[in-house]
T-cell receptor, first 113, second 114 residues
């Protein structure tokens, strides 16, 4: 099992739709989690951080479920400009692991007119 | 402007010719790290540094070296590049590892080894 798993998609949705992505992680010692957006081999850019139960920023909501070890990203009212790859990022913690950042494979979102 | 600067952006080199990719941040961040991104494999960590003079291996360190002599700079050194090191490389930094702070990435370096 991979340490961080995401459904690669692609998710094809119409403009205005609501779409949700999940990311499961295996390192139970991890405390903070991140969603990044990456456009076509450009640098990843921070979308949201999730440190407690969840976080909301405009159309974007991130949730953390520590018991089931997954985080989710919800995008409401999708825009064409939301088309990108969304990366789940989990900092490893614990003996021998602290410092090692793990990325999911990414979920591709394509928003259609 | 707060940023992570990588140079060069593009590089084509020959097998065995030593090269250095520079990474510099102007945010006084403690944590810095290097990644490579390959199709189908995602982003994988090469090396990281928790602070000045403290570096450690990531998941794919073979063939690479790093140093952290000063807080702002974290160069990636390929002593004898090989074609399997052809990849897209990213440097990133963060105020501190493991907290609620995000990681800021440089614009990337596309390296081709022929």
């Amino acid at each position: 099992r991979k340490e961080v798993e995401q459904d690669p998609g692609p998710f094809n949705v119409p403009e205005g739709a609501t779409v949700a992505f999940n990311c499961t992680y295996s390192n139970s010692a991890s405390q903070s989690f991140f969603w990044y957006r990456q456009d076509c081999r450009k640098e990843p850019k921070l979308l949201m951080s999730v440190y407690s139960s969840g976080n909301e920023d405009g159309r974007f909501t991130a949730q953390l479920n520590r018991a089931s070890q997954y985080i989710s990203l919800l995008i409401r009212d999708s825009k064409l400009s939301d088309s990108a790859t969304y990366l789940c990022v989990v900092p490893r913690m614990g003996s021998g692991n602290t410092g090692k950042l793990i990325f999911g494979q990414g979920t591709t979102l394509q928003v259609k007119p | 402007e707060a940023q992570v600067t990588q140079n060069p952006r593009y590089l084509i080199t020959v097998t065995g010719k030593k090269l250095t990719v520079t990474c510099s941040q102007n945010m006084n961040h403690e944590y810095m790290s290097w990644y490579r991104q390959d199709p189908g494999l995602g982003l994988r960590q090469i090396y990281y540094s928790m602070n000045v003079e403290v570096t450690d291996k990531g998941d794919v360190p073979e063939g690479y070296k790093v140093s952290r002599k000063e807080k702002r700079n974290f160069p990636l050194i390929l002593e004898s590049p090989s074609p399997n090191q052809t990849s897209l490389y990213f440097c990133a930094s963060s105020p501190k590892y493991g907290g609620p702070y995000g990681y800021t990435f440089g614009s990337g370096t596309r390296l081709t080894v022929v």
